[in-house]
């Protein structure tokens, strides 16, 4: 067990051993958090959590909400798998009674927890990563009761953005080996779409279950067709797994990568110098002060992990959401919460950013009873009426074992793409 990982359960045991009348006397707001911090999802789970915590602490530090009241996190390890994080919801809103749960990170964590849990109880629901368009599907059938909220972009505009990228490097022939999950399946629908209209070929499309021991066989279906190379989309400890298997029977070394792929452990794994023609995509950022802040305060906070790690900058963003929402609500009853995210991260008002100081600011606005939006670590965001946003994509590839920027598509530029594709 990294130490990492046994900071997290030392932290969530602790607050769940303390007794209710304990954290009422001290005023304590907790919020339950949900991530794999273990599984084929553990990388991401184990970043996310240490960035709700350090979301936490500069609240705390700049006053907390509610009339100081402290902000804590209920830390639970969903292993990556849809009904340990069902369980572990469940016992976060039945027993501990927390009005907001942040997690999954996941769509195939999420999704159960939000259908099974949150939107039944009205509890709100922030996911960092699940990308599912099904996500959107759902708030627009109107079964997420207005109470769910992510902060990374939809894979409707991920696998257009994929498709686009493939081209561009001149990839028009690909085989696919995709995750067989929510997320996996309509990524590799959305990319398919795109991917043919763009002029592109895919030569075979396997999908794979998670936690084998050997990807030989899936490996061996999509050699057929003789590909220029695959387009793995997978979680950074399968994914290995099967690069690895490619490889070995001869596969191009030519990979297309969605974007929990760019993991440091993914190219250790793999080995760096068979990934010198991967390319991928992942939710860009904007910029802001809350960028800077994060980026210089993250690795320390964390005891090492890089403040580029899958997830990080995006669980950092939905904690300080749900906290300033807590503040700004004026109490933490879900629907309070639920009404005053889409407010503090407007436009109006004063832009306040992550850190002490600018929580201070937008601590002191609500107190005056004067407007503030919140410009994170993503960039400045908005929610639309099914919680989700919209916002760049970074382009990127794998050089000297790291994962280097080489481009980005505004979301002015997926919008027009889809929009022409759809002709």
């Given amino acids: 067990m990294t130490k990492t990982m046994t900071t997290l359960f030392a932290g969530a045991a602790l607050l769940a051993a303390m007794p209710a009348d304990a954290q009422a006397k001290d005023c304590t707001i907790t919020i339950g958090v949900v991530m794999g911090l273990t599984g084929p999802a553990g990388q991401y789970g184990q970043a996310g959590a240490k ?15 509610d009339g100081g009241c402290k902000l804590a996190a209920d830390i639970r390890d969903s292993q990556t798998q849809g009904t340990v994080a069902v369980d572990q919801a469940t016992q976060l809103v039945n027993v501990k009674k927390v009005p907001a749960i942040i997690g999954g990170i996941i769509s195939s964590v999420t999704i159960p927890i939000l259908t099974s ?38 894979d409707a505009l991920q696998g257009t953005v994929a498709a686009k990228y493939a081209i561009d490097q001149g990839l028009k ?55 220029q190379g695959l387009y793995l989309v997978s979680y950074p400890v399968d994914g290995a797994t099967i690069a690895r298997a490619w490889l070995s029977q001869g596969g191009q070394q030519v990979f297309l990568l969605n974007d929990g792929m760019n993991s440091e452990g993914f190219i ?23 960028t ?26 939905a904690a300080a959401i749900v906290g300033l929402a807590i503040a700004r609500a004026g109490d933490a009853k879900p629907a309070d919460i639920a009404k005053a995210i889409p407010e503090v991260v407007g436009t109006a ?8 100081e600018g929580f201070s600011k937008a601590l002191k606005a609500i107190s005056e009873g004067k407007p503030f939006h919140y410009e994170g670590v993503i960039g400045p965001v908005s929610f639309d009426k099914y919680g ?15 994962v280097v920027t080489v481009g980005e598509m505004s979301a002015g530029d997926v919008s027009a793409l889809k929009a022409k594709l759809a002709k």
Avoid: C
């Avoid at 004063?350 to 002490?356: L, R, T």
């Fill in 349 to 356: 008002g004063e832009a306040v950013h992550a850190g002490k």
């Fill in 292 to 317: 800077k802040y994060f980026n210089a305060n993250y690795e320390k906070f964390s005891d090492g992990i890089s403040p580029d790690a899958p997830a990080a900058d995006r669980s950092y963003d």
């Fill in 117 to 154: 849990v949150t939107a039944p109880a009205g509890v709100v629901q922030i996911s960092p990563a699940a990308s599912s368009p099904t996500l959107t599907d759902l708030a627009r059938q109107g079964k997420t009761n207005g109470i769910f909220f992510r902060t990374i972009t939809s």
């Fill in 51 to 65: 960035s709700v915590e350090m979301a936490f602490r500069d609240i705390n530090e700049a006053g907390g909400v």
């Fill in 268 to 290: 250790k794994a793999v080995g760096a110098k068979y990934l010198v023609h991967a390319y991928g995509t992942s939710s860009g950022t904007n910029p802001t002060a809350s």
């Fill in 173 to 227: 022939k690909l085989a696919v080996i995709h995750v067989n999950n929510d997320f996996g399946v309509n990524m590799v629908k959305e990319f398919a779409a795109a991917y043919k209209a763009l002029g592109g070929t895919i030569t075979s499309v396997t999908p794979y279950n998670q936690n084998q021991s050997s990807y030989a066989s899936e490996a061996t279906v999509a050699m057929k067709g003789g590909p």
């Fill in 388 to 402: 989700d946003i919209t916002g760049p994509f970074r382009l990127w590839r794998i050089k000297d074992g790291k």
